[in-house]
């Protein structure tokens, strides 16, 4: 069965320290990975798609990496700001996006 | 501002009775969806639109239907809401169904059935 796995749950940083979330897929056919970030209230806003192994991309503090069985949301140096829940998404044919629970983040000062 | 507009905000509404959701959006996205997002679950797509005119069914359908008369407007109708249907809503889009694009979502409808 096509599944999407995010680890951890939560995490708690310290402003200034570098982590990672975690991402794994039993998908065939992988079209796209996609990562979300969701403020409290809020719809997810649309971060990243990578579509093969090896791909990374950037944006601001957020990297993200694919391998063929998971991706990696590499967050440097944190601030508060960053605080989010962020969601990891597969998409496997034109119609399914297939969403992890997520991963919530919160940066203390 | 460009984007999904969803309403209402949130509801409660009495078991068995049926509610209309409704999306706008105004950035002239051919694909159109509807998901539940529930603690501990992600999001799930209930139903989809390619096209002005096509629907489809998605991981959860089940007590759900939409209509797509036109490219801005896609409605999701509970005919007989369940408590089972608690849940916030989201209706994203994008420019086409293909895997090049990521979605844009609306700022969801939380409903609870009582």
């Known amino acids: 069965e096509d599944q999407v796995t995010q680890s951890p749950e939560a995490l708690r940083l310290q402003e200034g320290e570098s982590s990672s979330l975690n991402c794994s897929y039993t998908v065939s056919g992988l079209r796209g990975l996609f990562w979300y970030r969701q403020d409290p209230g809020k719809g997810p806003e649309f971060l990243f798609t990578l579509y093969s192994a090896g791909e990374e991309k950037e944006k601001e503090r957020l990297k993200a990496t694919l391998t063929k069985k998971e991706s990696f949301l590499h967050i440097t140096a944190p601030k508060p700001e960053d605080s989010a829940t962020y969601l990891c998404a597969v998409q496997f044919n034109n119609n399914d996006m297939r969403f992890g629970a997520g991963t919530r983040l919160t940066v203390k000062p | 501002i460009a984007g999904i507009t969803q309403a209402p905000t949130s509801q409660i509404l009495a078991a068995g009775r049926r509610m209309t959701l409704r999306c706008t959006q105004d950035?002239?996205?051919?694909?159109m969806y509807w998901y539940r997002q529930d603690l501990g679950l992600g999001l799930r797509l209930i139903h989809y639109?390619?096209?002005?005119?096509?629907?489809g069914k998605g991981e959860v359908p089940d007590g759900y239907s939409v209509s797509r008369a036109n490219t801005d407007d896609f409605p999701l109708t509970l005919a007989s809401a369940v408590p089972s249907q608690t849940s916030v809503y989201f209706c994203?889009?994008?420019?086409?169904?293909?895997?090049?694009?990521?979605?844009?979502f609306g700022s969801g409808t939380r409903l609870t059935v009582v």
């Open positions: 639109s390619n096209t002005a005119g096509t629907t």
């Open positions: 950035m002239r996205h051919n694909a």
């Open positions: 994203a889009s994008k420019r086409e169904a293909l895997p090049n694009y990521g979605y844009t």
